[in-house]
């Protein structure tokens, strides 16, 4: 007892080290957060330019899940792409209601393994998509790449297409009550709206098909007349701030480069936005773009189209880095 005793006596608190790792409630994956950090940042903007008076979401941009399961939040997200929906109804939207091998449609579709159940293939969404009978018929258990060996384009598709999950399904369903959360802390008036009525609403003032259009029609409140005409929508892309990694890894780990610890070369930061009056050589002319900057006097100018390097002699930084790109 008097070993055991001093185990305890005269030491000092400590807090238990052993299954301590928990997350707070709430918590979201740093890429979804970035999200919604994105929406909050832009809220915040506007509201400095224009007198806005309250908020409309659009809480759900795919209904066929609010059918299945309302409730559809962050562990189903983390526990893959489908977790609590249906996997048929989940197939028809991710292939857009066509046979995969023959892109027939309005016929009934069977689900069809890619890599069959009997050569060890997996019921996993990414093994699975949508046939019609005769092509299900034709294809058997044969591996795709036999079966579609004389139509390379359409293997190529359909296996790129059985990858690619409905990523912004799952990453709009695991934050959006979140985002709903956030946008209320702002003190503003929050209205939510399905996608159904963004539809509905677009479809009956006229209105064609544009993201930006469909987000003048989100909810209840969208106005009878919508003056949208000459409207050029300011496209803007979340790039980042740069990253506190010095040390660049190969893909295997090691170390493969340095990175100087400076952010600014000259009075210029990667990301600033340049008005650019190169004045000879195979670039000459001028340009608006984005640079990337080097730690000596030859930066690089990201255009749409191409980028080249250019001396900062011939930049004028007409926007400062905001850790977003802008396009009109
Ligand atoms: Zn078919």
Not at 211 to 219: I, K, L, P, R
Not at 257 to 278: E, L, N, R, S, W
Not at 293 to 299: K, L, T, W, Y
């Amino acid at each position: 007892s008097l070993r055991r005793g001093r185990r305890n006596r005269k030491t000092r608190y400590r807090q238990p080290r052993f299954l301590n790792r928990t997350r707070k409630t709430g918590w979201l994956p740093p890429s979804l957060e970035s999200r919604i950090a994105n929406i909050e940042t832009w809220v915040r903007r506007i509201k400095k330019l224009c007198p806005i008076s309250a908020i409309s979401q659009e809480l759900v941009r795919f209904d066929l899940q609010q059918m299945q399961n309302p409730e559809i939040s962050g562990v189903e997200y983390q526990r893959g792409e489908l977790f609590g929906f249906e996997v048929k109804e989940y197939l028809l939207a991710k292939w857009n209601r066509k046979c995969a091998y023959c892109e027939v449609e309005n016929v009934p579709f069977e689900i069809e393994h890619i890599l069959a159940k009997s050569k060890g293939g997996s019921n996993r969404v990414s093994n699975l998509c949508l046939s019609c009978h005769s092509c299900n018929q034709a294809k058997g258990n044969r591996p795709v790449e036999e079966f579609l060996k004389k139509k390379p384009g359409v293997l190529k598709r359909v296996l790129a297409q059985a990858k690619a999950p409905l990523k912004d399904a799952a990453a709009v369903n695991a934050t959006r009550w979140e985002l709903y959360r956030r946008l209320q802390s702002t003190g503003l008036p929050v209205e939510v709206g399905s996608g159904g009525r963004t539809k509905f609403n677009r479809k009956t003032r006229g209105i064609e098909k544009a993201h930006a259009f469909d987000a003048a029609c989100v909810g209840a409140s969208t106005p009878e007349r919508l003056l949208i005409r000459g409207i050029k929508p300011l496209k803007i892309a979340a790039k980042g701030r740069g990253t506190r990694q010095r040390c660049r890894p190969d893909k295997y780990g090691f170390p493969k480069a340095h990175a100087p610890k400076a952010k600014y070369f000259q009075g210029f930061q990667t990301g600033d936005i340049v008005k650019a009056d190169v004045q000879k050589g195979k670039f000459a002319g001028q340009y608006i773009g984005r640079i990337a900057i080097r730690f000596r006097p030859s930066f690089v100018l990201q255009l749409p189209t191409q980028k080249f390097d250019v001396h900062p002699k011939y930049l004028r930084t007409i926007h400062k880095a905001d850790g977003y790109e802008y396009q009109s």
